[in-house]
């Protein structure tokens, strides 16, 4: 990312708007408007052939007539025009362009697209949308688009992939309270894109908090790389969860991999916090851009309520904070703040009677306590109490209490006052919401982002080149006969090639070969069918397990023969392999995805009915680590039964997570060859016996 023309493009000393329009309600004539109302300080060219003077300021017919210099272009002119205008800025040196101009890729017309970054780069320019409101800097005091004014000023940066949705949030921010530095437009993502703005934004010092609606990553691998070494909080909704990648899925694992599944995925390795919806995408970012991380489970709650703290602590064990007593002393101090029938125990139940002194004494108190690792305060308007006066009992204990590393939320049920005492508190950077559950939420937000930042994913990658080389001939020779998958024998040889633990299996072309390989692998023995046009072959009669002798193998050759040609007549037959019989044990699974975004990822799951029923899978962006493969065996539901559950003794975790990290080095190795694979069942024995890996799969990429 060059640093300089972002900064360039996004807070500029000088900006020019191309197609300033002289015509009031026109976009060109609202940018130069908005620019001049929001009090920008540098200057401001309009360029237009057809106008002199527009809103006191001196038009130019081109930008090459503009004397002074010029750091960023938004451009206002129709879609066709673009080629020839990014041509001229390019030669007057500016450092990028806004373009706010619809009619590019999201029309079809990428061509066009295409074109006017291509001449962008030609003279390092870089290029934000198109298709986009523009940029918005409240600290440059720099509104680059036709959204109407500034947002509540703040200390987070929202990057948007829909316009009218950052209109809209821009209103919201001053009803909701939730201060913003940048709003960001990001539109196509022709050539900035998210990773660049989460980069850029890291190193921003105005922002504290970067917040982020997303459609779809295009480059979902340069963002997760991104945000993984931001030192920021990165909060993300992800809209267009539902059918991604999953159609035409020709193996297990592609049915499985939805959108929801491998972005959450992502986003935890890479340290960044989701919210549910726009409500909570508010609400989180206002606790995270106002609040230092969470940094223990230590919950404390003060409350004059006994309803809302019931309400706080359920909330509490929802969003994985459940509360704990305080110790004694901390209980013993509390309960000089409160009457006889207070509670000091968790909740602390003030009780209807508390007034501003206890509210001040039992908040300055908590937060300064060294068990308490995160301090919610709760207030439901009473007859006898005012709530300003308490917001301003809460804010003095606060900042008497000089403590600015653990975190409070404060929640205010009630009315109008209660509304106003609440934007009071947030003005004074203390979170405040207007339900219990809200205040707890953002509390998890501020553990959420601590616990994620401590575990971050590392996606430095090691390959093993041998097993790459060896696996590259494999697909070379399938590919040299037509086909878009490998057999269960090749596939099983580029497993071993990458130290995966699979079942021994020869090909048989005839009878007797099948006795012999039989006899050498020893009884019993499972027979399968070897066809590549016959993928799933149990379909089609194409296996037959416990096959303990000489007369079974020549019996179940003929039937699996004659059952895969009744299946498909057409299909082109390599042989009958012959596989060692393994034993018995519990059944996982394990499969890959070339995800459009993010690129190899892999995916565990309980197998059997745990993944036909439950999909009880679990994925990760590729590399994985060893201690991301155990937060993944940890994580599915079914995890209880690889720890061992009613007297059965534990599996063999240690086997199956280093298998897991081994699968991933292959499909990142294979990337460009593979598009998904599974290897399922991986049958799991108790620990220290291993695991072995009985059916293999993989689907080649086409090419
Ligand atoms: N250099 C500078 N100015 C020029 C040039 C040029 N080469 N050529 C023409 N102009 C002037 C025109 O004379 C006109 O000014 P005038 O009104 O004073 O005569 C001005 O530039 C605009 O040109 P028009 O041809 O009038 O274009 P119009 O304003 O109708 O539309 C626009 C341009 C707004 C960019 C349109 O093409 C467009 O893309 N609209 C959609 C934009 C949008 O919504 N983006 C955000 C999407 S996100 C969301 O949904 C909120």
């Not at 439901?380 to 606060?398: D, F, G, L």
């Not at 994580?635 to 039964?641: D, L, M, Q, T, W």
């Amino acid at each position: 990312m060059d640093k300089n023309q972002i900064n360039g493009l996004l807070r500029p000393k000088s900006v020019a708007v191309i197609g300033a329009s002289t015509t009031p309600g026109k976009i060109g004539y609202s940018v130069v408007d908005n620019l001049i109302k929001g009090g920008y300080a540098g200057t401001i060219y309009p360029i237009n052939p057809n106008a002199t003077e527009l809103l006191g300021l001196k038009v130019y017919p081109t930008i090459t007539d503009v004397p002074g210099k010029i750091d960023s272009a938004i451009v206002t002119v129709p879609a066709k025009l673009l080629p020839a205008v990014t041509e001229e800025c390019g030669k007057k040196g500016v450092k990028g362009l806004i373009v706010i101009t619809s009619g590019f890729s999201e029309v079809g017309n990428k061509a066009l697209e295409d074109e006017m970054v291509t001449i962008a780069k030609s003279y390092n320019m870089r290029i934000l949308g198109p298709n986009i409101v523009g940029s918005l800097s409240n600290s440059d005091k720099f509104n680059g688009s036709f959204a109407p004014f500034l947002p509540f000023a703040g200390k987070s940066s929202l990057i948007s992939q829909s316009g009218a949705l950052l209109i809209a949030l821009d209103a919201a921010t001053y009803t909701r309270k939730v201060g913003f530095d940048k709003l960001i437009s990001i539109g196509n993502m022709s050539d900035v894109d998210f990773a660049d703005l989460v980069e850029w934004l890291d190193d921003d010092q105005d922002t504290t908090c970067i917040s982020l609606y997303i459609e779809g990553l295009k480059k979902g691998r340069a963002f997760i790389e991104a945000a993984q070494k931001s030192k920021k909080p990165i909060i993300a909704l992800k809209s267009g969860v539902s059918a991604h990648g999953a159609a035409a899925a020709a193996s297990h694992t592609g049915s499985l991999a939805g959108a929801a599944k491998v972005y959450g995925s992502a986003f935890r390795q890479a340290g960044v916090i989701q919210a549910a919806d726009l409500n909570d995408l508010f609400n989180r970012t206002q606790a995270l851009s106002l609040q230092a991380p969470m940094k223990g489970e230590n919950l404390l709650i003060v409350t004059n309520g006994g309803g809302v703290g019931v309400l706080a602590t359920d909330a509490a064990e929802r969003y994985g904070l459940p509360l704990q007593f305080a110790p004694q002393d901390v209980q013993d101090e509390l309960k000089k703040h409160m009457p006889e029938f207070g509670s000091a125990k968790n909740p602390v139940d003030l009780t209807g009677m508390a007034g501003n002194e206890w509210y001040y004494d039992s908040v300055k108190f908590a937060i300064s306590h060294k068990w308490t690792d995160g301090l919610i305060v709760l207030y439901c308007e009473t007859a006898m109490t005012n709530p300003m006066e308490i917001a301003h009992s809460i804010k003095k204990a606060v900042a008497d209490s000089k403590v600015v590393e653990t975190p409070i939320t404060v929640s205010f049920v009630g009315g109008e006052k209660s509304d106003a005492a609440m934007a009071y508190l947030v003005e004074n950077g203390i979170p405040a919401f207007g339900a219990p559950d809200l205040a707890v939420n953002a509390m998890a937000a501020l553990h959420e982002f601590y616990v994620l930042h401590a575990k971050k994913a590392d996606f430095t990658f090691k390959s093993n080149s041998k097993a790459r080389e060896l696996s590259v001939e494999i697909i070379a020779k399938a590919r040299a006969e037509g086909r878009d998958s490998l057999t269960e024998i090749e596939a099983k040889e580029v497993f071993s090639a990458y130290g995966l633990l699979v079942t021994n299996t020869s090909l048989a072309k005839s009878e007797d070969e099948a006795v012999a390989l039989a006899k050498k692998v020893g009884f019993p023995v499972v027979m399968k069918i070897v066809s590549p046009e016959i993928l799933h072959k149990s379909d089609a009669g194409g296996v037959k397990v416990n096959i303990k002798d000489e007369a079974a193998v020549r019996d179940a050759y003929k039937t699996i023969l004659s059952n895969a040609k009744t299946y498909k007549a057409e299909a082109n037959i390599h042989g009958i392999a012959i596989q060692e019989m393994a034993p018995w044990g519990t059944e996982c699974i394990l499969g890959s995805v070339n995800d459009p975004s993010f690129g190899p990822t892999v995916m565990f799951g309980l197998g059997g009915i745990f993944v036909e029923v439950l999909k009880d899978v679990t994925f990760r962006v590729a590399p994985v680590s060893e201690d991301q493969a155990e937060e993944m065996l940890g994580e599915i539901k079914g995890a209880p039964i690889l720890k061992g559950v009613r007297g059965e003794s534990p599996r063999d975790r240690k086997a199956l997570a280093e298998t897991i990290v081994k699968y991933s080095t292959m499909i990142m190795d294979l990337q460009d060859e593979i598009k998904e694979t599974d290897a399922n069942p991986v049958l799991v024995y108790e620990e220290g016996k291993g695991l072995k890996v009985v059916d293999a799969r993989i689907i080649l990429k086409a090419k």
